[in-house]
């Protein structure tokens, strides 16, 4: 079975650029969270999506963005890029029941750095 | 709105002693709590995770948590640590009913000493 996978592994940006960060999900879930983890920091919600649509969003601004795609796989956009966007961006999936229903499976993250 | 707060933010221990990381939260609702591990450049990995019933849960590599609903705490416990045990460990919680979205605490960064 598959985990979680994200890509790409490390991103370097410049301020004011924009950014796609992108999630496949563990085989069998059709739920995608994404998290924000500042350097030091817990992880922070951004958003959740399930069965493509939006279910949930934590204190992020509307440049923060996302999808998700039919096969449950999902992006992250991030436009007008700045410098406290550096961080690792952690994609998490949910099953849809099951023992593990509430249960998040996280993935290696993205690095992102903003010059 | 929930919160969860990990009182130590770093922890060191010498090999094979016992350690506790611990973990206090804030909800007016009834939670699901969880422990994760993260080694360095790597993603979250669960360690153990509390529904309901039995208030200490069993997770892996030997460690244990106790929910406590009077101290909203969930404490992380274990009588004997090891070098590979050097990790961050991040408490989470989240509210039942509201579709599994994750708060965490700012994490406890544990050294096993040698």
């Known amino acids: 079975e598959t985990g979680v996978t994200q890509s790409p592994t490390h991103l370097i940006k410049t301020r004011g650029q924009q950014v796609t960060l992108r999630c496949s999900s563990q085989?069998?879930?059709?739920?995608v969270s994404w998290y924000q983890q500042a350097l030091g920091q817990g992880p922070q919600f951004i958003f959740q999506?399930?069965?493509?649509?939006?279910?949930g969003r934590g204190n992020f601004p509307p440049r923060f963005s996302g999808l998700q795609f039919p096969n449950y796989s999902s992006e992250l956009n991030v436009n007008a890029l700045e410098l406290d966007d550096s961080a690792l961006y952690l994609c998490?999936?949910?099953?849809?029941?099951?023992?593990?229903?509430?249960?998040?499976?996280f993935g290696p993250g993205t690095r992102l750095t903003v010059l | 709105a929930q919160s969860v707060t990990q009182l130590d933010s770093q922890v060191p221990v010498f090999e094979e002693a016992p350690v506790e990381l611990r973990c206090n939260y804030s909800s007016s609702v009834s939670v699901y709590l969880f422990w994760y591990v993260q080694y360095p450049n790597q993603g979250l990995q669960l360690l153990l995770k509390y529904l309901s019933g039995s208030t200490l849960v069993k997770g892996i590599n030997g460690f244990e948590a106790e929910f406590n609903k009077s101290q909203t705490s969930f404490h992380l416990r274990k009588p004997s640590v090891h070098i590979s045990d050097t990790a961050e460990y991040f408490c989470?919680?989240?509210?039942?009913?509201?579709?599994?979205?994750?708060?965490f605490g700012t994490g406890t960064s544990l050294t096993v000493i040698p």
């Open positions: 085989s069998g879930h059709n739920t």
């Open positions: 999506y399930y069965r493509e649509e939006e279910n």
């Open positions: 998490a999936s949910s099953p849809p029941f099951g023992v593990s229903y509430n249960e998040q499976f």
């Open positions: 989470a919680v989240s509210e039942k009913g509201t579709g599994n979205q994750f708060y």
